[in-house]
């Protein structure tokens, strides 16, 4: 039922690459090709319903334990450095007096009367989450590994010998519990956390496994799983885009046995397309794109959560601008039946507006991200005609913007985009010279590499004007990118007075700026 099927309304064309014996054999044997991946095991289909009706007992919680829980609660919905060793402290020093009453209880060989028992904080799952839910939402570097020694206090006081008869089922870690610190590991800047992340969601599947009568309340969600794979795709570690893949296909295949609460959504896809982008790998665009059509088949088939966001496809075009072959598709040259990466690029946005239009959904309306990924996306094909390409998709956004779309709103970095792309032009332009052409042929090349430079001027011209309107919006204050791109490409075009006139207009301009 989660199968990618045909990726519903959206068409974009994807490269079929073509492997030979040598090229798995080498799979294998290179390291910085593949990961080690080890599926994870869960019980089969038919104990799902068995263990949606084994929850833990409800137990009894007295009145000095719910008001402790209350405080630990309202202190673990702090953002701030101070607030979770005050919470852990509170939880330890309950903890102590409830091991020194049991120890008590056991020399004495009698029992509490409920009179005293009822006086007693009894540190519980709820008691140990809070905590840990406080660790979660700390600023300190230290709060994930925190979080963890607390639930693995809980597993050890559950799990221990001393528990045999069943005096700390009390502190039985739950879902939340062990949520919570895969929170805290997904937010941590801590080199390694994303493992750190990963390894426990195995460790949360062995708990459930190993549980009797399989708790539900242990049993990991879309939650674990979602939290996992945005820890694992953002960590820009080595294959983190496809050890990201990977949980998510385990996750649809989880579903597929019966968990119906395996349901990733348009975050989570958002995330690993976003690690395609970033990982700067050769084909990173179509495996994004595969994603994003993957979501579109699982919208199709209703679920909601699913539905392709103007993140995503953002995502997805910049794993297309950012492709290595963006550039070696443009040499090698392509038929009139194949796009190269630009084209794929801009035929998402293509999508994304005929999409909005048609429905009205502001979660898939194009942004400034948008266009100017577009943009740079022609930017980095060095192609001919990526000045032109470019122009054509900034007229699109300023065209939205002047009819009352302030998500198109223009900034220096949509510019800067169009100049790169004109930029880019005019260096293919030049690389395509040929002493053997004739001179016609040469006089054109070198007309297109001056219109191009003009162009890059003018584009500059109109940001210095939007940028000094009152009100000086510092998004369109041109950087130092943007005059050194039009001043490489005046001096490319040999006009000399075009490069003196920049030169003074920064010296104007950026007085003016500071």
């Given at each position: 039922?989660?199968?990618?099927?045909?990726?519903?309304?959206i068409d974009?064309?994807?490269?079929?690459?073509?492997?030979?014996?040598?090229?798995?054999?080498d799979?294998?044997?290179?390291?910085?090709t593949v990961f080690?991946a080890t599926p994870?095991?869960?019980?089969?289909?038919?104990?799902?319903?068995?263990?949606s009706?084994?929850?833990?007992p409800e137990?009894?919680v007295?009145?000095?334990t719910?008001?402790?829980n209350?405080?630990?609660?309202q202190?673990a919905?702090n953002?701030?450095d101070?607030t979770?060793?005050?919470?852990?402290?509170l939880l330890?020093?309950?903890?102590?007096?409830?091991?020194?009453?049991?120890?008590?209880?056991?020399?004495?060989?009698s029992?509490?009367p409920?009179?005293?028992?009822?006086?007693i904080?009894?540190p519980?799952t709820?008691?140990?989450?809070?905590?840990?839910?406080a660790?979660?939402?700390?600023t300190?570097?230290d709060?994930?590994?925190?979080?963890?020694?607390?639930?693995?206090q809980m597993l050890h006081?559950?799990?221990?010998q001393?528990n045999?008869?069943g005096?700390?089922?009390?502190?039985k870690?739950?879902?939340i519990?062990?949520?919570?610190?895969i929170?805290?590991w997904?937010?941590?800047?801590e080199?390694?956390?994303?493992r750190?992340?990963?390894?426990?969601l195995?460790g949360?599947?062995?708990?459930?496994?190993?549980e009797?009568g399989?708790d539900?309340?242990?049993?990991?969600?879309?939650?674990?799983?979602?939290a996992?794979?945005?820890?694992?795709?953002?960590?820009?570690?080595?294959?983190?885009a496809?050890?990201?893949?990977?949980?998510?296909d385990e996750m649809?295949?989880?579903?597929?046995?019966?968990d119906?609460?395996?349901?990733?959504?348009?975050?989570t896809?958002?995330?690993?397309?976003n690690?395609?982008?970033?990982?700067?790998?050769a084909?990173?665009?179509?495996k994004a794109?595969?994603l994003?059509?993957?979501?579109?088949?699982l919208y199709q088939?209703?679920?909601e959560?699913?539905?392709?966001?103007?993140?995503?496809?953002?995502a997805?075009m910049n794993a297309?601008a950012?492709?290595?072959?963006?550039?070696?598709e443009?040499?090698?040259?392509?038929?009139?039946t194949?796009?190269?990466?630009?084209e794929?690029?801009?035929?998402l946005l293509?999508?994304m507006?005929?999409?909005?239009n048609?429905?009205k959904?502001w979660?898939?309306?194009?942004?400034?991200?948008s266009y100017?990924?577009?943009?740079?996306a022609?930017a980095?094909?060095?192609?001919k005609?990526?000045?032109a390409?470019a122009?054509g998709?900034l007229?699109?956004?300023?065209?939205?913007?002047?009819?009352g779309d302030t998500?198109?709103?223009?900034?220096a970095?949509?510019?800067?985009?169009?100049?790169?792309a004109h930029s880019s032009?005019?260096?293919?332009t030049l690389?395509g010279?040929?002493?053997?052409e004739?001179?016609?042929?040469?006089?054109?090349?070198?007309?297109q590499i001056?219109?191009?430079?003009?162009?890059c001027?003018?584009?500059?011209q109109e940001?210095?004007?939007?940028y000094?309107?009152?009100g000086n919006?510092r998004?369109l204050?041109?950087t130092?990118?943007?005059?050194?791109l039009?001043?490489?490409a005046?001096?490319?075009?040999?006009?000399?007075e075009?490069?003196?006139?920049?030169?003074?207009?920064?010296?104007?301009?950026?007085?003016?700026?500071?």
């Amino acid at each position: 039922m989660i199968d990618e099927g045909d990726g519903g309304g959206i068409d974009v064309q994807l490269d079929t690459p073509t492997t030979t014996d040598d090229d798995d054999e080498d799979n294998l044997t290179n390291p910085s090709t593949v990961f080690t991946a080890t599926p994870i095991t869960i019980t089969p289909t038919s104990t799902y319903i068995a263990a949606s009706i084994a929850a833990s007992p409800e137990q009894k919680v007295n009145s000095a334990t719910l008001r402790f829980n209350n405080r630990l609660n309202q202190l673990a919905k702090n953002w701030d450095d101070t607030t979770a060793p005050k919470a852990e402290a509170l939880l330890l020093d309950a903890l102590e007096k409830y091991q020194q009453y049991l120890t008590e209880e056991e020399l004495s060989h009698s029992t509490s009367p409920d009179s005293k028992r009822n006086h007693i904080i009894i540190p519980n799952t709820v008691s140990f989450t809070n905590a840990i839910t406080a660790w979660a939402r700390c600023t300190r570097k230290d709060s994930a590994k925190r979080a963890q020694a607390l639930l693995d206090q809980m597993l050890h006081l559950y799990s221990s010998q001393t528990n045999e008869d069943g005096k700390w089922d009390h502190v039985k870690p739950n879902k939340i519990s062990y949520n919570s610190v895969i929170t805290a590991w997904a937010r941590s800047t801590e080199r390694g956390s994303a493992r750190k992340a990963e390894e426990l969601l195995r460790g949360m599947y062995d708990f459930y496994n190993n549980e009797s009568g399989l708790d539900i309340e242990c049993k990991p969600d879309a939650r674990s799983f979602n939290a996992v794979i945005n820890a694992v795709a953002r960590s820009r570690d080595k294959n983190c885009a496809d050890r990201a893949k990977f949980l998510l296909d385990e996750m649809g295949r989880l579903y597929n046995e019966g968990d119906s609460d395996l349901l990733p959504d348009a975050l989570t896809f958002g995330a690993i397309i976003n690690a395609y982008a970033n990982s700067l790998e050769a084909g990173a665009g179509d495996k994004a794109a595969q994603l994003l059509m993957h979501m579109e088949s699982l919208y199709q088939m209703g679920f909601e959560n699913a539905k392709p966001t103007t993140f995503v496809y953002n995502a997805c075009m910049n794993a297309f601008a950012k492709d290595p072959l963006i550039y070696v598709e443009n040499e090698a040259g392509s038929n009139a039946t194949t796009l190269n990466r630009a084209e794929k690029a801009e035929q998402l946005l293509d999508s994304m507006e005929k999409r909005y239009n048609e429905e009205k959904d502001w979660r898939i309306k194009p942004d400034i991200i948008s266009y100017s990924t577009v943009i740079n996306a022609h930017a980095n094909s060095g192609s001919k005609n990526a000045g032109a390409n470019a122009d054509g998709i900034l007229r699109r956004m300023l065209h939205r913007y002047l009819v009352g779309d302030t998500k198109c709103r223009p900034n220096a970095i949509v510019f800067t985009a169009a100049i790169k792309a004109h930029s880019s032009a005019i260096n293919a332009t030049l690389s395509g010279l040929d002493d053997s052409e004739d001179e016609g042929s040469k006089l054109q090349k070198q007309e297109q590499i001056k219109a191009s430079a003009k162009r890059c001027e003018d584009l500059l011209q109109e940001l210095c004007l939007l940028y000094q309107l009152p009100g000086n919006d510092r998004s369109l204050k041109p950087t130092s990118v943007t005059f050194e791109l039009v001043t490489g490409a005046l001096t490319l075009a040999e006009d000399w007075e075009g490069v003196e006139r920049i030169a003074e207009l920064r010296e104007e301009g950026m007085a003016q700026c500071d």
